[in-house]
């Protein structure tokens, strides 16, 4: 009996994980006032890096939408415009004369999962999601950047950015966090982390960003 009921909390843990690492598709569409799809919409998603690009059909889609979260729907023609997608498991947005008249469930979109929107969301090149390094399943930060991130590896002790050239006797990439200097990705708890970008070309940075950066943002409360 003991085993059995160990089983069942093993099973319940395993997939309590699973269900938290799990991608969760929102899927939009942006349309006119006579239902056509308007392509090359920008959906931003408010206080992030994310975004998708609506293709042809005025379709989006985007992932692990925080609840209370606010789009922002931004195009030449249209003013930027703030959605809030409280409640919502999937949008269908009408837009009229530059702006947003309506905003509506899509129970068509819901059911379709990843399969009905071709366009994902968009990342700057070289930043990467903590969610993503959590979904690792690393605890260590250091861990899940050098599991996830390709060109960083660690060579004597020192966090390496490969192809940037050093004119130091150091090799270490400057590691801010917040925009705030740090000696070792060690101080930076995995769970706290809201994004990570590796910058080879830091020029900005001075003397200090010749070996590169990773430039981290931590979540707010």
Known sequence: MKFYNLLCVAMFVATTAFAQSADVPFNGVVVDKQGVGIARVKV????????????????????????????????KGIDNVTVDVAGYRSLKIVVDAGKVVEVQDSKELEDAGFRFVKRREILPSGVV??????????????????????????????????????????????????????????????QEVETVEVIKSASSYGVRG????????????
């Open 129 to 190: 999601l903590g969610e993503d390094l959590r979904r690792t399943h690393q605890t260590d930060l250091e861990q899940a950047l050098l599991a996830r991130v390709p060109g960083l590896t660690k060579m004597n002790g020192e966090i390496v950015i490969r192809g940037v050239g050093s004119v130091n006797s150091s090799s270490q990439a400057l590691i801010l966090v917040d925009g705030s200097e740090v000696s070792s990705l060690s101080a930076v708890s995995i």
């Open 44 to 75: 931003s998603v408010e206080g992030s890096i994310k975004y998708a690009i609506t293709d042809k059909q005025g379709r989006f889609g985007l992932t692990n939408i925080a609840e209370g979260a606010k789009f922002i729907i931004s195009q």
């Open 210 to 221: 010749a070996n590169g950066v990773i430039s981290i943002k931590l979540r707010t409360r």
